[in-house]
């Protein structure tokens, strides 16, 4: 059940699907049958020789001991990443879907074995830690060994620890799953067409007032008539997190993700309340001018991503994608453009629309030993370039962190999107430079601006928006009809005046993945954008002194660092800081900056 056959349109030429044969063959794929029974019996057997006996290891063995666990994970992932990949590719394969949760059970059945280890490394006193990590085997899982340990505080008893972990399966994993194969069977009446969730939303973008308002009411009434399942979802993974947190002493429904993040609770602070302070110079003024555009005073909610009266958008064939987004990355660093040239010249990108695949764009590290994959939707509009060119900042920067093992190169969120997002920048200066005709240009530099206000302010709100959910779970069941009315109020305050909004965009929150896969995640968007906008102006200053070379090897060396380093340490070599509020205020210039432009261009 790999993918290798090019998909083909007449408009967009072949477009790759993966083969995920690099990691297994198929689901009977013997090799996996053997990894499955191979890390059983390691794990095991790893778990007998060291459970309870950490203390009396020296620093040498408590590293080879590491090293161990590391391999054990990396076949675990291995395992999981094929399964996940498999499944994104058709979630309404009930075959893949029974195969996906098999996997997930017997790889969690496995994993208990193991998770022994993180438990009682954290029992381990710091001067214990410290005297050990002076042998050179535990000295290179350092940065390792200092992330884990920063959960001590929260972590709870062996074998309360031990049951949430099994029980992982039939609770948030099982509602996740429910809410995946949901949205992957839900199809929306168009124009005589059943649509999946990925073609409907992708004509909100359409040149044609009619398709556009005819997608958005679709969506609302799709949507809306299978609310009260999205909201029972929302409410229970809530509580579920509510209850944990409690558990684990977290203050607030958002501490653990900072946690995770590694990044201090006034930063995240700091940019929350920039970008919210900057929503009347921003996306209002903005989304004023758009109306202008468009004749009125205010805008629909479903022009808000149309293209401009006089824009004639063009279809991207992937070849031509393919080339632009490579010659963009080549002309910041050739050695950036050979890692990206790897995904297009091997089958490492499934790039076709098709019923049941997964209806977003991500980039999958799997394991070092392996390499990425990327998935995207792409259908031949500028946006889908820049897509193409964020996910391959993500897979590129995976590949580089690769070098780190597998328990160390991956980044926090707030991080991962660094490389992504800087992609995105490059592509696009290298579009707008080439760009003479001044409609053309002004159609690219809004695009390149309602896509800042999507990642900056709207994914800001979306945080928003979760942390009123979760704060007013607390108090009890969230109604649907106060689902929408929270969703509403961040959309107005967020978007401002110039957008109208009908009781059925009410329903919109409830499709968006981040809420259900990874609550609190889409600040590390918004994190992610400002700090490639800061890194980016400190670029052209670079380039001003002709030391845009250094600058691109400094910045080839944040990559390579995957997880061994904090955000003051990688941004330390740029001379950025991300604890100081100017820091947050220079990256939000930027789109100012555009915004400015557009004004002066009319």
Same mark, same amino acid.
């Given at each position: 059940?790999?993918?290798?056959?090019?998909?083909?349109?007449?408009?967009?030429?072949?477009?790759?699907?993966?083969?995920?044969?690099?990691?297994?063959?198929?689901?009977?794929?013997?090799?996996?049958?053997?990894?499955?029974?191979?890390?059983?019996?390691?794990?095991?057997?790893?778990? /007998?020789?060291?459970?309870?006996?950490?203390?009396?290891?020296?620093?040498?063995?408590?590293?080879?001991?590491?090293?161990?666990?590391?391999?054990?994970?990396?076949?675990?992932?291995?395992?999981?990443?094929?399964?996940?990949?498999?499944?994104?590719?058709?979630?309404?394969?009930?075959?893949?879907?029974?195969?996906?949760?098999?996997?997930?059970?017997?790889?969690?059945?496995?994993?208990?074995?193991?998770?022994?280890?993180?438990?009682?490394?954290?029992? !381990?006193?710091?001067?214990?830690?410290?005297?050990?990590?002076?042998?050179?085997?535990?000295?290179?899982?350092?940065?390792?060994?200092?992330?884990?340990?920063?959960?001590?505080?929260?972590?709870?008893?062996?074998?309360?620890?031990?049951?949430?972990?099994?029980?992982?399966? #039939?609770?948030?994993?099982?509602?996740?799953?429910?809410?995946?194969?949901?949205?992957?069977? !839900?199809?929306?009446?168009?124009?005589?067409?059943?649509?999946?969730?990925?073609?409907?939303?992708?004509?909100?973008?359409?040149?044609?007032?009619?398709?556009?308002?005819?997608?958005?009411?679709?969506?609302?009434?799709?949507?809306?008539?299978?609310?009260?399942?999205?909201?029972?979802?929302?409410?229970?993974?809530?509580?579920?997190?509510?209850?944990?947190?409690?558990?684990?002493?977290?203050?607030?429904?958002?501490?653990?993700?900072?946690?995770?993040?590694?990044?201090?609770?006034?930063?995240?602070?700091?940019? #929350?309340?920039?970008?919210?302070?900057?929503?009347?110079?921003?996306?209002?003024?903005?989304?004023?001018?758009?109306?202008?555009?468009?004749?009125?005073?205010?805008?629909?909610?479903?022009?808000?991503?149309?293209?401009?009266?006089?824009?004639?958008?063009?279809?991207?064939?992937?070849?031509?994608?393919?080339?632009?987004?490579?010659?963009?990355?080549?002309?910041?660093?050739?050695?950036?453009?050979?890692?990206?040239?790897?995904?297009?010249?091997?089958?490492?990108?499934?790039?076709?629309?098709?019923?049941?695949?997964?209806?977003?764009?991500?980039?999958?590290?799997?394991?070092?030993?392996?390499?990425?994959?990327?998935?995207?939707?792409?259908?031949?509009?500028?946006?889908?370039?820049?897509?193409?060119?964020?996910?391959?900042?993500?897979?590129?920067?995976?590949?580089?962190?690769?070098?780190?093992?597998?328990? /160390?190169?991956?980044?926090?969120?707030?991080?991962?999107?660094?490389?992504?997002?800087?992609?995105?920048?490059?592509?696009?200066?290298?579009?707008?430079?080439?760009?003479?005709?001044?409609?053309?240009?002004?159609?690219?530099?809004?695009?390149?601006?309602?896509?800042?206000?999507?990642?900056? #302010?709207?994914?800001?709100?979306?945080?928003?928006?979760?942390?009123?959910?979760?704060?007013?779970?607390? /108090?009890?069941?969230?109604?649907?009809?106060?689902?929408?009315?929270?969703?509403?109020?961040? /959309?107005?305050?967020?978007?401002?005046?110039?957008?109208?909004?009908?009781?059925?965009?009410?329903?919109?929150?409830?499709?968006?993945?981040?809420?259900?896969?990874?609550?609190?995640?889409?600040?590390?968007?918004?994190?992610?954008?400002?700090?490639?906008?800061?890194?980016?102006?400190?670029?052209?200053?670079?380039?001003?002194?002709?030391?845009?070379?250094?600058?691109?090897?400094?910045?080839?060396?944040?990559?390579?660092?995957?997880?061994?380093?904090?955000?003051?340490?990688?941004?330390?070599?740029?001379?950025?800081?991300?604890?100081?509020?100017?820091?947050?205020?220079?990256?939000?210039?930027?789109?100012?900056?555009?915004?400015?432009?557009?004004?002066?261009?009319?």
């Amino acid at each position: 059940m790999t993918a290798t056959a090019a998909e083909s349109t007449d408009a967009l030429g072949a477009l790759p699907t993966w083969d995920l044969s690099d990691l297994y063959t198929g689901p009977e794929c013997p090799r996996l049958k053997a990894d499955l029974d191979r890390v059983e019996r390691e794990a095991q057997a790893f778990h /007998q020789r060291h459970a309870g006996k950490l203390p009396s290891l020296s620093g040498k063995e408590l590293g080879q001991a590491v090293a161990a666990y590391e391999a054990l994970d990396e076949t675990l992932t291995r395992i999981m990443s094929y399964a996940g990949l498999l499944y994104a590719g058709d979630q309404s394969d009930g075959a893949i879907a029974r195969f996906y949760q098999s996997m997930q059970e017997r790889v969690t059945a496995v994993s208990v074995h193991l998770l022994f280890f993180t438990l009682e490394l954290n029992q !381990l006193a710091d001067k214990d830690i410290d005297a050990k990590l002076k042998a050179p085997e535990v000295q290179r899982y350092a940065a390792w060994l200092r992330d884990v340990r920063i959960f001590r505080p929260h972590q709870l008893s062996d074998e309360l620890e031990r049951f949430l972990h099994e029980k992982a399966v #039939v609770g948030r994993n099982a509602w996740t799953r429910l809410f995946d194969e949901t949205m992957a069977s !839900l199809r929306f009446r168009i124009d005589g067409q059943d649509l999946t969730s990925a073609e409907a939303l992708n004509l909100l973008s359409a040149p044609e007032t009619a398709v556009r308002r005819a997608a958005a009411l679709e969506i609302g009434a799709v949507l809306g008539r299978n609310i009260k399942l999205f909201t029972l979802i929302t409410n229970t993974l809530a509580k579920d997190k509510e209850v944990e947190d409690k558990w684990r002493r977290y203050d607030r429904p958002w501490s653990a993700r900072n946690l995770s993040n590694r990044v201090e609770d006034d930063v995240v602070e700091a940019l #929350v309340g920039a970008v919210k302070d900057s929503y009347p110079g921003l996306s209002h003024r903005y989304y004023k001018l758009k109306a202008k555009w468009f004749g009125g005073d205010t805008l629909d909610y479903w022009d808000r991503n149309a293209p401009l009266p006089d824009e004639t958008e063009r279809t991207i064939p992937w070849e031509e994608a393919r080339e632009i987004v490579l010659s963009s990355y080549a002309r910041f660093s050739p050695d950036l453009a050979g890692v990206g040239r790897r995904f297009f010249d091997n089958a490492w990108i499934d790039a076709a629309v098709r019923p049941g695949k997964n209806p977003g764009a991500f980039a999958h590290p799997t394991v070092p030993s392996a390499h990425p994959y990327l998935l995207v939707n792409y259908m031949g509009k500028t946006r889908d370039v820049m897509t193409l060119a964020h996910e391959l900042g993500h897979g590129v920067h995976q590949v580089l962190a690769g070098g780190q093992g597998h328990l /160390q190169s991956d980044t926090p969120l707030t991080l991962a999107e660094t490389a992504s997002v800087f992609g995105e920048m490059l592509t696009f200066r290298g579009l707008l430079a080439a760009e003479t005709d001044p409609a053309r240009r002004r159609a690219l530099l809004a695009g390149k601006v309602e896509d800042m206000l999507n990642t900056v #302010v709207r994914q800001t709100a979306f945080y928003d928006f979760e942390r009123r959910v979760h704060s007013e779970r607390r /108090q009890g069941e969230l109604s649907e009809e106060r689902l929408g009315e929270i969703w509403l109020a961040v /959309q107005t305050e967020s978007l401002g005046p110039a957008l109208r909004f009908d009781a059925g965009y009410a329903t919109y929150w409830s499709y968006i993945p981040h809420f259900i896969h990874s609550p609190f995640y889409v600040y590390a968007y918004a994190f992610g954008d400002c700090l490639v906008n800061s890194l980016y102006a400190a670029f052209e200053e670079a380039s001003a002194h002709n030391e845009s070379n250094a600058f691109a090897r400094r910045y080839l060396e944040m990559l390579a660092a995957g997880g061994t380093k904090r955000h003051k340490e990688l941004l330390a070599p740029f001379g950025l800081d991300a604890t100081d509020p100017a820091f947050w205020h220079k990256g939000l210039g930027m789109l100012k900056g555009f915004i400015d432009e557009l004004e002066a261009l009319g």
